[in-house]
């Protein structure tokens, strides 16, 4: 049975990112954009990565335009504004698709693992999917659910 450690994404700067080396982590992936009303929400995001990171968490943020076109050209210029804008030091992923056929493979598992909530498809910009340490179990929050919301759930996991 498939894991989230099965799979492989590229950074934002083209290097392979290997999720198995993320064993015994908790992981927050979310899909982000650079021009959308949730873009504020880096900063939780960021203060969630810096106060938990020694503790075990690792965020990933996968950059997408495919909500109103609302990110920037690619990934590295995603990863440069998140960086001057909201101090991001996390790490940003390639701009990737998040539904339809291009959609990155990662995505299409975590929708999969998800069904039910919003259904297969993820609705808007920063969605989050908070991955246990056993690489499994996965909890998904609407782009509406502010980070410090999710913070107690991700505490319960370290």
Aim: glycine content about 8%; proline content about 4%; charged content about 30%.
């Amino acid at each position: 049975m498939k894991t989230i450690y099965d799979f492989k994404a590229l950074t934002s700067r083209g290097k392979e990112l290997d999720f198995s080396d993320f064993k015994g982590k908790v992981l927050l992936i979310v899909n982000t954009a650079s021009k959308c009303g949730f873009t504020p929400q880096f900063a939780g995001l960021e203060k969630l990565n810096e106060k938990y990171k020694d503790k075990g968490l690792t965020v990933i943020g996968f950059p997408s335009g495919d909500f109103a076109n609302q990110e920037l050209s690619d990934g590295s210029k995603a990863e440069e504004f998140c960086q001057l804008n909201y101090g991001v030091t996390f790490q940003i992923m390639k701009k990737v698709h998040v539904n339809g056929d291009e959609a990155e493979p990662i995505f299409e598992y975590l929708k999969s693992k998800t069904k039910g909530f919003l259904g297969s498809r993820i609705k808007w910009n920063f969605t989050k999917f908070l991955i246990a340490k056993d690489g499994e179990s996965i909890k998904r929050y609407s782009p509406v659910t502010p980070p410090e919301k999710i913070e107690k759930d991700i505490v319960s996991l370290l």
